[in-house]
């Protein structure tokens, strides 16, 4: 039963919405508005945490993306790992994008994740609950920076703002 539970999550789909997207799904035009708040993960962006994890993994190498492996043993039922998935990004692109989410925690919002043992990279967040003032708080990070080994997701449910509460 978990690892028919682990199949099913690896295979939800997100929104990662585009012109064509808002076109056929809302009967409406792209505003340049949408590109921003799609820019820091607001709008019709809808990810799973799981979803986040395989994305910042991404960033994190530059080239490649990991398959869901949420467990890799279960008595004695083991999971093989799949190859990670290829991609290839402007390396400039790349860098940019790094360099935000290494200043987010260096002096941003991010802050409070710093540690002393390694840069961290990351980016925080909040989503509004819909029916409810409170919001749900998002990091998103992988560490150490220059070199990654782990990427980590923080979702803390109507918990507050990300950079207070998930950071």
Same mark, same amino acid.
């Given at each position: 039963?978990?690892?028919?539970?682990?199949? =099913?999550? !690896?295979?939800?789909?997100?929104?990662?919405?585009?012109?064509?997207?808002?076109?056929?799904?809302? #009967?409406?035009?792209?505003?340049?508005? $949408?590109?921003? *708040?799609?820019?820091?993960?607001?709008? =019709?962006?809808?990810?799973?945490?799981?979803?986040?994890?395989?994305?910042?993994?991404?960033?994190?190498?530059?080239?490649?993306?990991? #398959?869901? *492996?949420?467990?890799?043993?279960?008595?004695? $039922?083991?999971?093989?790992?799949?190859?990670?998935? #290829?991609? #290839?990004?402007?390396?400039?692109?790349?860098?940019?994008?790094?360099?935000?989410?290494?200043?987010?925690?260096?002096?941003?919002?991010?802050? !409070?994740?710093?540690?002393?043992?390694?840069?961290?990279?990351?980016?925080?967040? /909040?989503?509004?609950?819909?029916?409810? *003032?409170?919001?749900?708080?998002?990091?998103?990070?992988?560490?150490?920076?220059? $070199?990654?080994?782990?990427?980590?997701?923080? =979702?803390?449910?109507?918990?507050? *703002?990300?950079? /207070?509460?998930?950071?």
């Amino acid at each position: 039963e978990a690892l028919a539970a682990v199949e =099913f999550f !690896a295979k939800e789909e997100g929104i990662i919405p585009d012109s064509k997207w808002k076109k056929t799904n809302l #009967k409406e035009d792209w505003y340049p508005g $949408n590109t921003l *708040h799609y820019a820091i993960g607001q709008s =019709f962006l809808l990810i799973s945490p799981v979803q986040a994890a395989r994305i910042y993994s991404g960033i994190a190498t530059g080239k490649t993306v990991p #398959k869901l *492996h949420l467990v890799q043993k279960i008595n004695d $039922n083991l999971k093989p790992v799949e190859p990670p998935d #290829k991609y #290839k990004l402007d390396p400039a692109l790349t860098r940019i994008v790094k360099e935000g989410l290494e200043t987010c925690v260096e002096s941003g919002t991010g802050g !409070a994740s710093k540690i002393e043992l390694a840069m961290v990279a990351g980016k925080t967040g /909040s989503a509004e609950v819909p029916g409810s *003032h409170k919001t749900h708080g998002w990091f998103a990070s992988y560490a150490p920076a220059e $070199n990654p080994e782990i990427a980590v997701i923080v =979702f803390a449910e109507k918990a507050g *703002h990300g950079g /207070s509460v998930a950071a």
